[in-house]
């Protein structure tokens, strides 16, 4: 068959492929901060395109957010780390010890995948250590398998592509988190669609590059209770956060075609209630921005496909 045969055959059995094949599906898993609530649980954004499930930060609850989808904690495919902030972090244990045990929500045979900035082996091998009692008795008396029990890190040296397979490419990009360096948000490209997580980042131009023209971008915020705006613990909050200010210059300048909230930093007390998400959306529509943007949740569900579909979230059982 000649050449061009074999390509047109080839471009027309992309051009068949069913729609949601070249899409890319986001969930926003945990859309909170350190704050332990219920309704908001930790950073942590699942990514599926061409049939791999990446995911973005793994915070508080994180395994039960993915078991509440039915989704086995074993098919994670790789796990992304924007920086070394606990509420970042703390789900990762949960997520590969028991992603391990033989129920169905587990039975990891190989290695979890982790990619991260410098002192994630570091972070890796102290879990490990840590656990290493835990490890031996389920190895040895259970029988699990131990590469499952295993980590296979890659630690970020410089920004630029970080994963590449089945059409889908991460790069990683340097953000400004005050005093915690080095910070990534990742962009993530499959099919000619493109999302932008911006993990924890103040006004950052690269963010802005990387998220000009996006389909999709991913950001956190900052916002406080009025009264409470002039003290330094908000204010040094702000300087590493995105304020509603601080948010509204990136979105102007990047121009996503939808953008979503996350990672709420939302400040007050008794006396000064913080604001609510929809409360920080119109703090940024207060300083001029008026493109799409919409306060994330748990278990929100958005498709990047020729359009983005953005669904609220649906009901979901306490227990699959
Ligand atoms: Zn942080």
New binding site residues.
């Given amino acids: 068959m000649a050449l061009h045969r074999v390509v047109g055959c080839f471009i027309a059995m992309l051009l068949s492929a069913p729609a949601w094949a070249q899409e890319i599906k986001v969930t926003l898993l945990g859309t909170g901060a350190p704050i332990p609530l219920m309704d908001r649980q930790g950073p942590a954004t699942l990514i599926e395109a061409g049939g791999k499930r990446l995911l973005f930060d793994a915070g508080r609850g994180v395994s039960q957010r993915l078991w509440q989808l039915k989704k086995p904690l074993s098919s994670i495919d790789a796990v992304f780390l924007?920086?070394l902030?606990s509420?970042?972090l703390v789900g990762l244990p949960d997520l590969w010890l028991t992603g391990w045990l033989q129920p169905e929500y587990g039975r990891r045979q190989t290695p979890l995948r982790l990619i991260g900035p410098q002192k994630t082996s570091l972070l890796a091998q102290s879990l490990k250590a840590g656990f290493a009692p835990d490890i031996a008795y389920r190895s040895e008396k259970e029988g699990l398998p131990t590469a499952g029990i295993d980590f296979n890190v890659t630690e970020i040296e410089e920004a630029g592509a970080v994963f590449e397979e089945a059409g889908l490419r991460v790069t990683a990009f340097e953000v400004d988190?005050g005093v915690?360096k080095p910070?990534y948000g990742y962009r993530i490209d499959f099919a000619g669609k493109s999302v932008v997580i911006s993990?924890?980042a103040t006004f950052t131009p690269a963010l802005v590059e990387q998220a000009r023209g996006v389909d999709l971008l991913v950001h956190e915020v900052v916002a406080a209770a009025p009264a409470l705006r002039g003290t330094a613990f908000v204010q040094r909050q702000f300087e590493?956060?995105s304020s509603p200010q601080s948010l509204a210059r990136t979105l102007d300048q990047a121009h996503p075609k939808a953008a979503v909230l996350t990672?709420f930093v939302l400040l007050g007390n008794a006396a000064n209630p913080p604001p609510t998400p929809d409360a920080a959306v119109a703090e940024v529509r207060a300083e001029g921005y008026h493109g799409p943007l919409v306060a994330g949740d748990d278990l929100m569900e958005i498709t990047v496909g020729v359009d983005v579909t953005i669904q609220a979230p649906t009901p979901q059982p306490a227990r699959p």
Wanted: hydrophobic residues 15%.
């Fill in positions: 924007t920086h902030h509420d970042h988190h915690v910070a993990g924890d590493y956060h990672h």
